[in-house]
C-alpha cells in the first residue's frame, strides 16, 4: 500500500509547479473577482434530479465538482455536506476520469497530438513502456487522492422507498461519503471491474439538498486494474476516477436486479428458456411476496421468501413452467447470417399485491456451444450451425471517455466491413456497448486481461483474490443477459492455476452463464479444463500474404511459434495481425505537427505501441522492398494502404477458404485507443484505409478467393443458405492489360461452404507485376462478388526457420516496382445525393474511359470543394481498380447533419488516376 502521508507531503509541497500546470492561465486577482460574484449562485438553488423515464432512475452526470485532495483540508464528513465551499473546484461531468476532466477543462494540451501527453505532469514513465506495471512517482500530482463532489435533490416520490446509490466503474479505491456520513471505505470499494450498489436510505434527504462525495485513489502497479499492455502509452492517472455512470434508484423492501433468460435448443425447432433474476432484500426482516417474469403473451410466477438482508437469485426453469417452453420461436442470429431476434423481458416482485420492483431486460433466443474437433481445434456453433468467427480486437480510448454516437459509428463500421465478433481483452465496455452489439448481432468475446497483476497470480494476496472474484461476479452478472456474449475468457496470454480458475468456474456456474468458457486465449492447458484449443500464436508484425495459406496444420511449425503453431488459417487464433497499419495521409497530418510528417522519426515512433513493437521499420522496409522506396509521406501513405489492404485480406481469406479445418480469427486490432500507426480496421479519427476495405473485401457474403499457395480459385459462400448456379469468371492481365488467362465456371456452393472452381496454370509471358480478375454472377447475370489481386512473377519466400512469437521474416519480397510504369489514367466521376431519414447517400459514378488500368483509386468525400473530409462515411467499396471501359456505381453513407449547408464534393485518386 502506498505512504498517503509520505506522497502528500512530496506532492502538495510542489504548488507552485501546480499553479502552472493545472491552474495555468488563471489571474489570481480575476479569479477571487470572479469567485466573489459567483459564489451566491454556486451555493443557491439546487434543481431536483430529473428522473430517467419509466423506471425512476436518476442519472448523477452533470454538476459534479472535482479537486485534488491536496487542496482540500477537511474529511469526508465535512466535504460531503451542503456548506463546504468549493471556490476554485473544478466543475466536471460523470463519467470522466481525472485527466480526461482535466483535457476538456483545457488544462492541459491534448494528449492525443503529437508528444503532447510526455507534457503532462506525472508522465515520466519509460516511452514504450506498460505504465500498469511501473510505480507511480512520489511527485506525481495523482499519487493522492481526488475528490468528486456532487450535489443534488432527491425528487418527493423517493419518500417512503429503498433508495439505491449505484457505482457502475471506479478506478481504483474509493471511500464514500453522503451528507456527512460514510457510506463505504476504500479496503469495500476497490477493483476496477467491480460495480456496487448501497442502500442509502437512512443516509438520503427527500426533498432537501444532498451531497455526496467521493475520494478516489489511483491504481498501483499491484492492483487489478486497468492496462492497455503494450497496444498504446497510458494517461499519468493509470485513469483514475469515476469512469462509469453514477445512478440514484428506487425499490420497495426488495429490488430486483439482472434479469436473464439462458436458452437451450432442440433439433424439433423448440426452445426450452430458463429465467433468471437477482432479488434483494433491503431490509432486516424476512421479506414473503410473489415474482413474475413475463414477455410477450408469456407469465409466470412464484411465491419466495428472503431472509433479512438476503440476496440471492430466483430461477423459472422450463421443466416446471409450461410457458417457457416455445415452438419454433424467433431466434437471435449474427447480423452476417440472419436477424438479431430480441424479446422484451419483465420481472417484478410483489408484496400483498404490491409491487415492490420491477426490471426490464432484452433477450434472444440463440444457444452458443463450442467442442474440439478431430483435430484438437475448438470449433463454436450457434443454434446448431457451425460458426466461422471473424473479428477484432476492441481498445477503449486512453481515458476512458465515453461518446455514444461515436460508439455507434464504430459498431456500424464492424457490421459494414463484415465482422461478427468483437474481442474485450479486459476493455469490458460498458451497457450502451452490449445493448449496441445486441440489436446490431454483432458478438463479443469477453474476459480479463494479459501482462498486469491480472496475470501476476503468484503475488496475489487474500484481499486480490476477494476482488477478483467480485469482479468476476459483477461482471457476469451484468452481461449474462445479452444475447451477442459468445464466450468468457478466465485468462489471456496465460491461464490462471488451478485454485483461481476453479472459483472462477464455480461462480459461473452458480450464476448460470450461458455461453462457453475458456481458460485463456493461447493453447496453453490446464489440469482443471484442460485443452483450449484456441491459441494465440500472433504474427503481430508485417508477414508476406502468403504466410496465411503456407502456414498449415500439416507444415509443423509449431516448433518455431507459440503453443497451437503458428498464425495460419487453422484453429481458432484469438489475436493476431499483419503488421502495423498506417492511415491515410489526413491523419497523419492530424496526429502530428508538420515538422514531423517525413521523414519517418521519433514522433511517429511514440504512436506506435511498446516493448516489441516500437516502430514500424519491419513493415516499412516491406514497402520499401515490395513496392520500391517512398519518396516522401504522400507516397509512403499510399503504398502503406497497398500492403494493408493485401495483408487483411490475406487473414481472412486463409481462414474462409479453410474452414472448419479454421474456426476462428480475431484481427488484432479492430481500433485504436488513440491515434496510432499500428493494429487497426480504421483510425482512430474514424478513417478506413486499406486495411478495412481488404477485410470488407474478405469477408463479403460470396466470396472469390486467390490461393496464394495452389494458385487456386475459390468461392467462399458465408450465408447459412445454398448459393447453386453461380457463375465464376477468373482472368489473369498484365500490367498493359492483355489478357494471358480466362475461365468460366459454374458452380454451386453449399450452405456456409467453400467450393474449388479452378486452378490457375503456369503461364508464360507475364510482367513482373500481374492481376487476377474475379467476379461471381447470378443466374441473372448481377455481380454478387468480386475479387481484385495483384501479384509478382517474383517468389515471396518465407522465413519460416526465424519465426518468433510476433513475426515470420520474408526472405525474398515480391516486386511490384514497375506498378510506378502504369500510364496516368483521367477517370470520369459524376455524383448525386439523395437524403434517406437522418441519413445523406451519395451515389458515384467511376468510370475508365482508357485503355489502361486505374489502380487502387481512393474515394474521399468532402464538405464542399478543398473542405474537411466527411466523416464517418459508409462506403460500399473503395480502394477499388478500373478495368479499362469499366464503371463502377459506388454509394457513400453518411449522417446529413454532418455535411452542414456544404455539398458534398468527390475526389478520386489513385496510383496512377485522377
Given at each position: 500500500m502506498r505512504d498517503r502521508g509520505s506522497c502528500r507531503k512530496r506532492f502538495c509541497s510542489i504548488q507552485p509547479f501546480l499553479a502552472m500546470d493545472i491552474y495555468s492561465m488563471r489571474s489570481a486577482n480575476n479569479f477571487m473577482l470572479v469567485v466573489l460574484l459567483c459564489a451566491p449562485l454556486l451555493q443557491g438553488q439546487i434543481k431536483p434530479q430529473p428522473s430517467r423515464p419509466g423506471d425512476g432512475t436518476i442519472a448523477l452526470r452533470d454538476g459534479w465538482e472535482l479537486e485534488s485532495s491536496c487542496k482540500v483540508d477537511k474529511p469526508g464528513e465535512v466535504v460531503s455536506t451542503p456548506g463546504f465551499i468549493t471556490t476554485g473546484w473544478y466543475r466536471v461531468s460523470v463519467p470522466t476520469t481525472v485527466v480526461a476532466a482535466l483535457v476538456k477543462r483545457g488544462m492541459y494540451p491534448d494528449p492525443d497530438y503529437g508528444m503532447n501527453l510526455r507534457k503532462l505532469p506525472g508522465v515520466t514513465y519509460p516511452i514504450s513502456s506498460n505504465f500498469s506495471n511501473v510505480p507511480m512517482q512520489q511527485d506525481s500530482p495523482f499519487m493522492v487522492p481526488w475528490w468528486y463532489r456532487k450535489q443534488f435533490i432527491l425528487p418527493e416520490h423517493f419518500k417512503g422507498k429503498t433508495i439505491w446509490l449505484d457505482f457502475n466503474g471506479i478506478n481504483y479505491r474509493a471511500n464514500i461519503f453522503l451528507n456527512g456520513r460514510q457510506i463505504a471505505n476504500r479496503d469495500q470499494v476497490a477493483g476496477a471491474w467491480r460495480t456496487y450498489e448501497f442502500n442509502v436510505t437512512n443516509a438520503a434527504r427527500v426533498g432537501g439538498a444532498n451531497v455526496l462525495a467521493v475520494e478516489v485513489f489511483s491504481p498501483t502497479e499491484k492492483d487489478l486494474a486497468i492496462t492497455f499492455v503494450d497496444w498504446n502509452p497510458a494517461p499519468p492517472d493509470k485513469n483514475m476516477g469515476l469512469f462509469r455512470d453514477v445512478e440514484l434508484r428506487t425499490s420497495g423492501p426488495v429490488a430486483v436486479r439482472y434479469p436473464a433468460v439462458v436458452s437451450k435448443l432442440t433439433t424439433d425447432h423448440k426452445a426450452h428458456l430458463t429465467v433468471t433474476a437477482l432479488l434483494k432484500n433491503a431490509t432486516d426482516q424476512s421479506a414473503k411476496g410473489v415474482v413474475t417474469g413475463r414477455f410477450e403473451d408469456r407469465e409466470f410466477s412464484q411465491e419466495i421468501e428472503l431472509g433479512p438482508r438476503e440476496e440471492k437469485d430466483v430461477t423459472f426453469d422450463p421443466e416446471r413452467v409450461s410457458q417457457l417452453n416455445l415452438e419454433s420461436p424467433r431466434l437471435w442470429w449474427p447480423a452476417q447470417v440472419g436477424k438479431p431476434e430480441l424479446y422484451d423481458l419483465t420481472i417484478v416482485f410483489q408484496i400483498e399485491g404490491k409491487d415492490s420492483d420491477r426490471a426490464n431486460s432484452r433477450f434472444g433466443i440463440r444457444e452458443i456451444t463450442s467442442e474440439l474437433n478431430a483435430s484438437g481445434k475448438r470449433v463454436f456453433s450457434i443454434n446448431g450451425k457451425k460458426l466461422l468467427v471473424r473479428g477484432g480486437g476492441w481498445a477503449s480510448d486512453m481515458m476512458l471517455r465515453e461518446d455514444l454516437r461515436r460508439l455507434r459509428d464504430q459498431l456500424a463500421y464492424v457490421e459494414d466491413m463484415g465482422l461478427n465478433t468483437i474481442r474485450l481483452e479486459g476493455q469490458l465496455e460498458g451497457k450502451e456497448f452490449f445493448d449496441l452489439a445486441d440489436e446490431r448481432g454483432i458478438l463479443v468475446m469477453a474476459g480479463w486481461c494479459c501482462c498486469d497483476f491480472w496475470e501476476r497470480w503468484q503475488n496475489w494476496t487474500g484481499p486480490d483474490h476477494a476482488i477478483a472474484e467480485q469482479s468476476l461476479r459483477d461482471q457476469i452478472h451484468r452481461l449474462r443477459a445479452h444475447p451477442s456474449l459468445l464466450v468468457w475468457l478466465n485468462g489471456s496470454d496465460n491461464p490462471p492455476p488451478a485454485d483461481v480458475e476453479q472459483a472462477y468456474l464455480k461462480i459461473e456456474q452458480e450464476l448460470l452463464w450461458p455461453n462457453p468458457v475458456l481458460s485463456s486465449a493461447t493453447g496453453k492447458p490446464t489440469t482443471v479444463t484442460g485443452d483450449s484449443g484456441v491459441k494465440m500464436t500472433?504474427?503481430?508484425?508485417?508477414?508476406?500474404?502468403?504466410?496465411?495459406?503456407?502456414?498449415?496444420?500439416?507444415?509443423?511449425?509449431?516448433?518455431?511459434?507459440?503453443?497451437?503453431?503458428?498464425?495460419?488459417?487453422?484453429?481458432?487464433?484469438?489475436?493476431?495481425?499483419?503488421?502495423?497499419?498506417?492511415?491515410?495521409?489526413?491523419?497523419?497530418?492530424?496526429?502530428?505537427?508538420?515538422?514531423?510528417?517525413?521523414?519517418?522519426?521519433?514522433?511517429?515512433?511514440?504512436?506506435?505501441?511498446?516493448?516489441?513493437?516500437?516502430?514500424?521499420?519491419i513493415f516499412s522496409d516491406a514497402i520499401n522492398a515490395r513496392y520500391g522506396t517512398a519518396k516522401d509521406l504522400e507516397d509512403y501513405t499510399r503504398k502503406s494502404q497497398a500492403q494493408a489492404y493485401e495483408g487483411i485480406r490475406a487473414m481472412y481469406e486463409a481462414y474462409s477458404r479453410n474452414k472448419y479445418t479454421s474456426s476462428g480469427v480475431i484481427q488484432w486490432m479492430l481500433n485504436n485507443a488513440w491515434p496510432s500507426l499500428i493494429w487497426h480496421l480504421y483510425d482512430y479519427y474514424l478513417r478506413p484505409g486499406g486495411g478495412y476495405f481488404g477485410a470488407k473485401a474478405a469477408l463479403q457474403p460470396l466470396d472469390p478467393v486467390y490461393g496464394y499457395d495452389d494458385k487456386t480459385i475459390y468461392v467462399v459462400n458465408s450465408r447459412y443458405e445454398q448459393a447453386p448456379g453461380l457463375r465464376v469468371r477468373t482472368k489473369v492481365l498484365n500490367l498493359d492489360m492483355s489478357e494471358k488467362f480466362s475461365n468460366e465456371s459454374t458452380v454451386d456452393v453449399p450452405e456456409d461452404g467453400v467450393t474449388k472452381v479452378v486452378t490457375v496454370p503456369e503461364i508464360s509471358g507475364l510482367t513482373p507485376t500481374y492481376f487476377v480478375v474475379l467476379r461471381i454472377l447470378d443466374a441473372e447475370g448481377k455481380i454478387v462478388g468480386s475479387?481484385?489481386?495483384?501479384?509478382?512473377?517474383?517468389?515471396?519466400?518465407?522465413?519460416?526457420?526465424?519465426?518468433?512469437?510476433?513475426?515470420?521474416?520474408?526472405?525474398?519480397?515480391?516486386?511490384?516496382?514497375?506498378?510506378?510504369?502504369?500510364?496516368?489514367?483521367?477517370?470520369?466521376?459524376?455524383?448525386?445525393?439523395?437524403?434517406?431519414?437522418?441519413?445523406?447517400?451519395?451515389?458515384?459514378?467511376?468510370?475508365?474511359?482508357?485503355?489502361?488500368?486505374?489502380?487502387?483509386?481512393?474515394?474521399?468525400?468532402?464538405?464542399?470543394?478543398?473542405?474537411?473530409?466527411?466523416?464517418?462515411?459508409?462506403?460500399?467499396?473503395?480502394?477499388?481498380?478500373?478495368?479499362?471501359?469499366?464503371?463502377?456505381?459506388i454509394t457513400a453513407t453518411y449522417r446529413a447533419h454532418d455535411l452542414g449547408t456544404a455539398s458534398p464534393h468527390v475526389e478520386a485518386k489513385g496510383w496512377n488516376a485522377d
Open positions: 500472433g504474427p503481430y508484425e508485417y508477414v508476406a500474404p502468403a504466410y496465411w495459406t503456407e502456414d498449415s496444420v500439416i507444415a509443423n511449425h509449431e516448433q518455431t511459434c507459440n503453443p497451437g503453431g503458428c498464425g495460419g488459417g487453422y484453429g481458432f487464433n484469438t489475436e493476431t495481425s499483419p503488421g502495423p497499419a498506417v492511415p491515410p495521409i489526413e491523419s497523419i497530418r492530424a496526429m502530428l505537427p508538420k515538422e514531423h510528417w517525413w521523414p519517418i522519426d521519433n514522433w511517429w515512433n511514440f504512436h506506435t505501441g511498446g516493448q516489441s513493437f516500437k516502430d514500424i521499420h475479387n481484385f489481386y495483384w501479384l509478382s512473377t517474383k517468389p515471396e519466400t518465407i522465413d519460416w526457420a526465424h519465426s518468433n512469437w510476433f513475426t515470420t521474416p520474408t526472405l525474398t519480397y515480391a516486386d511490384f516496382t514497375s506498378l510506378s510504369q502504369l500510364p496516368q489514367v483521367k477517370l470520369r466521376v459524376s455524383a448525386r445525393t439523395e437524403r434517406r431519414d437522418a441519413n445523406d447517400i451519395t451515389n458515384l459514378v467511376l468510370e475508365n474511359p482508357t485503355r489502361n488500368l486505374a489502380f487502387f483509386v481512393r474515394l474521399k468525400l468532402d464538405k464542399g470543394e478543398g473542405g474537411e473530409e466527411i466523416l464517418p462515411v459508409l462506403w460500399q467499396d473503395n480502394y477499388v481498380s478500373l478495368l479499362p471501359g469499366e464503371k463502377r456505381e
